[in-house]
């Protein structure tokens, strides 16, 4: 087995269990806040001994700058609401919707970046874009005809996914300057601070769960996140963006089928139609990139042959 194929595996392995999240949060009996605070806290605590033990991620961490504490702590807000509004909505609509709906992040990240950076999108790009709005519609539409708190728990996973489209676009900036682990650390220690802040306010408990609880929450933080998020985290050095882009679209699969499995959930012709349509659409969407790709090695190409006959 070569070693892209193996980067490919750990990648569909993280993606896997990345997709049991929403499982978690349907069968813990906690509020949103207490779920996504011990995801989090569990997952940097079990962080924390390799950050510390190591002198060059300690030394990175004590060398930010204000501005990236800073930084940190706005990417942390963001993870932390992001969390909330997906948690919430799992609440009201299916495991198969929110997951799928909350996966369009790649759309927003193209929207924000022409809006805010001018970046143009061609045609092909444009048209994968169509597509996952129109799934994303059909979906809605299918859950506003069931219940109008099915499309109130799309909508949440809507806002969920603008949200972590952000947390990403900060991470971009943090990433030039901090390793994974040291970002990754900062972030969900600032995330469980103000994911423990909001529950305060909310009065929640944060104690008082039962043992089969703690260790959900404990499986959870492993799980979802050290084998799940720090493994895509990991394998990004190595993979180009579509190739990540093609396989993450597979979570709404792993998570559809441990839905069914596991919770019994129903899932209706209607919204297997609208996944469809948003993974062709975002199937589109990638490939868009991959003919960009192309594209620029031509030029780059193109440039060489320029410069040996000047």
Not at 126 to 145: N, R, T
Not at 179 to 190: A, I, K, N, Q, T
Not at 241 to 259: D, G, H, K, R
Request: net charge positive; charged share 10%; with cysteine.
């Amino acid at each position: 087995m070569n070693k892209l194929k193996f980067k490919i595996i750990i990648l569909m392995i993280g993606v896997f269990f990345l997709s049991t999240s929403a499982i978690f949060v349907k069968v813990l009996d906690a509020p949103v806040a207490v779920i996504a605070f011990y995801r989090l806290f569990f997952s940097g605590m079990m962080m924390l001994p390799v950050v510390l033990f190591n002198k060059s991620l300690r030394n990175e961490l004590i060398s930010l700058t204000t501005k990236q504490y800073f930084l940190g702590c706005i990417s942390g807000l963001l993870l932390a609401s992001h969390y909330v509004l997906w948690f919430e909505s799992l609440n009201y609509t299916s495991v198969a919707s929110s997951t799928v709906i909350v996966t369009l992040q790649p759309i927003f990240a193209v929207l924000i970046s022409y809006l805010l950076l001018k970046e143009r999108v061609n045609h092909i790009g444009i048209i994968g874009i169509l597509f996952s709005i129109f799934g994303s519609a059909f979906i809605g539409w299918q859950d506003f005809q069931s219940s109008i708190l099915a499309l109130y728990g799309d909508f949440l996973a809507l806002l969920a996914a603008i949200l972590i489209t952000g947390y990403f676009f900060v991470g971009q900036s943090l990433r030039r300057h901090i390793s994974v682990l040291g970002y990754s650390l900062l972030g969900y220690f600032s995330s469980s601070m103000i994911l423990f802040a909001y529950g305060i306010l909310q009065q929640t408990t944060f104690i008082g769960y039962t043992r089969e609880t703690w260790v959900l929450f404990l499986c959870m933080a492993i799980f979802s996140t050290i084998f799940g998020q720090m493994l895509i985290n990991w394998v990004l050095k190595w993979l180009n963006t579509t190739t990540v882009s093609v396989v993450i679209l597979t979570e709404v699969i792993w998570a559809t089928l441990l839905s069914i499995l596991i919770l019994n959930e129903r899932i209706t012709n209607k919204q297997i139609g609208g996944i469809v349509i948003i993974i062709v659409g975002l199937l589109i969407y990638s490939y868009r990139e991959k003919i960009e790709l192309r594209v620029e090695k031509r030029r780059a190409k193109a440039n060489e042959v320029l410069n040996e006959e000047v």
